[in-house]
């Protein structure tokens, strides 16, 4: 696994840091920006043992279940459903688990690191102040769903790339690209496919206006 440089840290400082804005996020500072990364951890450090409880769960009741409908067909297919969801849970416990190894570097870094903390600060700041027009960008491009509706890290990884796309002078290529790598390591299974195609249709629509 090739290091990340700066910027890609910074995303992941921001998207963190977005969950735990304080009311006022244009007054938010570098020296601040670490206890918002330590906040968002904590948060996920929790949610990461949640998925665990309910995976182990579902392997346990998938596995009672196929003991008990060896005659039965129905329900030997209700237990293999439920095996193929336990397994999504746990595939999306390890993906949480892979990135908690990290959380102490990052934490390091929003503490150190100016140059990581300082575009962190630039597009949880973006983001903040641009809100609307970010999530009509976002909103158009959606298909039978609404902004407020999607999970909070899928809605913050698409709010941190159109930032950059249209505030921040990144390439649109460079940002569909960081964000589809954020899907990969905080989203659900299939989240980076949903966010890399929310993304494209939002450039195909800047270029059509």
């Keep these: 696994m090739q290091p990340r440089i700066p910027r890609q840290i910074a995303r992941e400082l921001a998207l963190l840091s977005l969950s735990q804005l304080p009311a006022n996020p244009k007054k938010l500072t570098e020296q601040q920006l670490p206890k918002l990364v330590l906040a968002a951890v904590r948060t996920l450090t929790s949610e990461v043992q949640e998925t665990l409880n309910s995976a182990s769960a579902e ?19 209700t237990a293999r459903t439920m095996l193929k969801e336990a397994i999504s849970f746990t595939q999306t416990a390890i993906n949480q688990l892979g990135a908690a190894v990290e959380f102490p570097e990052l934490i390091q870094l929003a503490n150190q690191d100016r140059e990581v903390a300082k575009y962190a600060l630039e597009i949880v700041q973006t983001v903040s102040a641009n809100q609307n027009a970010i999530d009509a960008a976002i909103g158009s491009a959606l298909v039978d769903w609404q902004v407020t509706r999607l999970a909070q890290i899928d809605r ?54």
Aim: hydrophobic share 40%; glycine share 2%; charged share 35%.
């Design 59 to 77: 392997l346990q009741r998938s596995h009672d279940r196929v003991l008990s409908s060896e005659t039965r067909a129905s329900d030997l297919n």
């Design 156 to 209: 913050d990884i698409l709010r941190i790339a159109v930032a950059e796309m249209d505030f921040l002078n990144v390439p649109d290529r460079i940002a569909i690209n960081e964000a589809v790598e954020l899907a990969k390591r905080y989203s659900e299974e299939e989240g980076h496919r949903f966010i890399n195609g929310v993304l494209r249709r939002v450039t195909e629509q800047k270029k059509a206006v």
